[in-house]
């Protein structure tokens, strides 16, 4: 079965300190991991991805993920929070010969200055 | 390159009263797909087409709920009669044709998204 776990509903952290937001996955197939960000009144915009290449990946905004196998984890990080950064990020597992996207519940980061 | 155009942004309704929401894919892309995402919740998958043929609906509630993409292009998702409970936001996404880009032709774009307000 497939599934994704993001292991906080919810991250607080002050400007400028380093963001860590924790994704586990469940695949008995090779994944493709992504991680989506959504601001308030937007639409889900991609923030990076892993498609079974290098196992860091760097995305926009200064955010990258690594992808760990041993640990079926792909945590998303960022040296530095900026107040811009408060929003609803998901990670996302695409799976199996249909592709379709598995959700998970989504982490809120609040960036207070 | 010009991303996925959804309209409108936001409508509200009232209960049993009916609505269309339209989207534009990006140029090129063969796959479509119909998120309809709750307050606080993941979006959850209501339909996907390829070209213009329907893919997977089996989330879709057939007895209010419609969707066409007689061309192979734009769509459009209807809700004919709505309820209180569709109150949500409708996300568009298009991905690329698998096979042309690898896993990379799997990746999904968004549209921002129509608001609906059922009262």
């Known amino acids: 079965a497939q599934s994704v776990t993001q292991l906080d509903s919810h991250v607080s952290v002050s400007e400028g300190t380093p963001v860590l937001l924790r994704c586990n996955y469940s695949?008995?197939?090779?994944?493709?991991l992504f991680w989506y960000v959504q601001h308030p009144n937007k639409g889900l915009q991609l923030l990076l991805k892993?498609?079974?290449?290098a196992t860091l990946v760097k995305g926009i905004n200064g955010f990258e993920a690594e992808f760990k196998k041993s640990e079926t984890s792909f945590h998303l990080t960022k040296p530095s929070a900026h107040m811009s950064d408060a929003a609803e990020y998901f990670c996302?597992?695409?799976?199996?010969?249909?592709?379709?996207?598995?959700w998970g519940l989504g982490t809120s980061l609040a960036v207070n200055p | 390159e010009a991303g996925v155009a959804q309209s409108p942004r936001y409508k509200i309704i009232e209960k049993r009263q009916s609505v269309a929401f339209w989207c534009n894919p990006i140029?090129?892309?063969?796959?479509l797909y119909w998120y309809q995402q709750i307050l606080g919740q993941g979006p959850k998958l209501l339909i996907q087409?390829?070209?213009?043929?329907?893919?997977?609906d089996s989330q879709l509630p057939k007895d209010r709920f419609s969707a066409e993409r007689l061309k192979g292009v734009d769509s459009t998702l209807k809700i004919q009669p709505a309820k209180l409970e569709d109150s949500a936001v409708y996300l568009c996404?298009?991905?690329?044709?698998?096979?042309?880009?690898?896993?990379?032709?799997?990746?999904?774009?968004f549209g921002a998204g129509t608001r609906l307000s059922v009262l």
């Open positions: 695949s008995s197939y090779s994944p493709s």
């Open positions: 892993y498609t079974s290449a």
């Open positions: 087409f390829q070209n213009n043929g329907v893919v997977d």
């Open positions: 996404a298009s991905s690329f044709v698998p096979g042309l880009a690898g896993e990379e032709g799997y990746i999904q774009y």
């Open positions: 996302v597992l695409n799976a199996g010969n249909n592709r379709k996207l598995i």
């Open positions: 140029s090129g892309h063969a796959t």
